[in-house]
């Protein structure tokens, strides 16, 4: 079955299969008429036993509503029908805005259709180990909130991913691809921001183009974001300023590098409010506003991301993401 199709009961290290694994738990709730006439009235409630895994699996995708009757955490991932947003999905699945964003590490400012995100019925990060070496005592030191008591908050873990109580007491080890339920954990997102705070089209896309000035096709690194003079322009991202002046074809440009070793350019501005050596807030500070210095035919915005090895990348498809 395609790991879209997958779901997953709170087990912690026993959610790493390719079919429905929902647990102990879910053998109450399938006794109970009041889920086969909320989620598909007329079907009897032991059609949803075929989520067990001791049947063969049930229906490829679980309607929502199952996610906001069966008491313990399922997973799956979901793909973004037209319509939809981030808010409405996390209500169908009985989660909220902020577990969504966790769990897949994106804002979602844009939601694509036809894209998928990971959703689960849970409040909190669903967590994906991605090495060989996390440890339950590092996964709790690492998401415990301050001040909150990390011996309970560990207990907590143990209890809701269904692991032994073993791991209590003696070094527990995951495996690569467990996910393991945080309750009440959120992160803070360090996400790129539109440096706007509103626009209404692009200009120019990043990729190769037909330069209005040069007259010539050559590739562009960033994006042109048309916006009237003196529109102003904030840090898509938290930084400091690395440059802040005139720089060729740019015009007056500001340069802010992020602690991921990431930078951004805002080009072809009118005015710059920043300093070299300056710490931006993102979204806060003021870096300039809108202008045409440079190579330019118009007023607008060339915002540009560069990754640490130097590669420009597309700053649209960044946008809620890290």
Not at 306 to 317: E, H, L, V
């Amino acid at each position: 079955m395609p790991e879209e199709q997958q779901a997953a009961g709170r087990a912690g290290p026993r959610v790493r299969g390719g079919r429905w694994k929902l647990a102990a738990g879910l053998g109450v709730l399938l006794g109970m008429s009041a889920l086969s006439s909320a989620v598909a009235p007329g079907i009897s409630p032991f059609y949803y036993a075929r989520f067990s895994v001791l049947t063969p699996p049930g229906p490829e995708v679980p309607p929502p509503a199952a996610f906001r009757l069966i008491p313990r955490l399922i997973h799956t991932r979901h793909k973004v029908a037209k319509g939809e947003d981030i808010r409405s999905i996390a209500s169908a699945y009985g989660t909220d805005v902020r577990s969504l964003q966790s769990t897949n590490g994106n804002e979602f400012i844009f939601l694509s259709r036809g894209g998928y995100i990971r959703v689960h019925n849970g409040r909190g990060l669903l967590y994906e180990v991605t090495g060989n070496k996390e440890t339950l005592n590092g996964l709790a030191s690492r998401y415990a909130a301050k001040g909150r008591d990390l011996k309970a908050f560990k207990a907590e873990v143990v209890a809701e991913n269904g692991l032994p109580p073993s791991a209590l007491l003696v070094p527990y080890t995951f495996k690569k691809g467990d996910r393991i339920y945080l309750p009440g954990v959120y992160l803070d997102l360090d996400t790129y921001r539109l440096p706007l705070r509103s626009f209404s089209r692009v200009s120019s896309r990043f990729g190769v183009r037909y330069h209005p000035v040069l007259k010539r096709r050559i590739m562009h690194k960033g994006t042109d974001i048309p916006m009237p003079y003196g529109t102003p322009v904030y840090p898509s991202r938290s930084g400091t300023v690395t440059f802040a002046g005139q720089k060729g074809g740019y015009g007056n440009l500001v340069e802010v590098i992020h602690k991921d070793g990431s930078r951004c350019r805002y080009g072809h501005l009118q005015q710059i409010s920043v300093k070299e050596g300056e710490t931006v807030q993102k979204s806060k500070t003021l870096l300039g506003k809108v202008g045409s210095s440079g190579m330019s035919t118009g007023p607008h915005l060339h915002f540009e991301i560069i990754t640490p090895s130097g590669k420009s990348i597309n700053p649209m498809a960044k946008i809620g993401k890290k």
